[in-house]
């Protein structure tokens, strides 16, 4: 059973940087990556990467601020978020994708497999 574990969210205020992680990436993927949600709509796109090559994919919301990154022997991913504003508060969930044909549409969230409980990220002064 595939459970992804989210962890490093919290309360920051603007202009800080905070490190979101997830774990328990051991099984058979093409990719993972993040989205975030807020109340009333629809979970958003925000970073992926393809777990063999390490290609990576940003929202244009945070390109230049945020980094994703893996670490294969220890089966975890990482967000790095620096310069956070007030927009980039939600709740952030981990995700995979199994399949190359499925990660061609990783910026909607249909498309992926399995997805975390999701932590959440305040941004505000």
């Known amino acids: 059973q595939v459970q992804l574990l989210e962890s490093g969210g919290g309360r920051v205020q603007p202009g800080d940087s905070l490190r979101l992680r997830c774990e328990n990436i051991?099984?058979?993927?093409?990719?993972t990556g993040w989205f975030r949600q807020v109340p009333v709509k629809a979970r958003e796109f925000v970073s992926s990467?393809?777990?063999?090559?390490?290609?990576?994919d940003y929202a244009d919301s945070v390109k230049g601020r945020f980094t994703i990154a893996r670490d294969g022997p220890s089966n975890t991913m990482t967000l790095q978020m620096n310069d956070v504003k007030p927009e980039d508060t939600g709740t952030y969930y981990c995700?995979?994708?199994?399949?190359?044909?499925?990660?061609?549409?990783?910026?909607?969230?249909?498309?992926?497999?399995?997805w975390g409980q999701g932590i959440q990220v305040i941004v505000s002064s």
């Open positions: 990467i393809t777990w063999r090559n390490g290609v990576k």
């Open positions: 051991n099984f058979a993927l093409y990719g």
């Open positions: 995700g995979a994708i199994t399949t190359r044909d499925r990660y061609f549409g990783r910026q909607t969230a249909s498309n992926w497999d399995y």
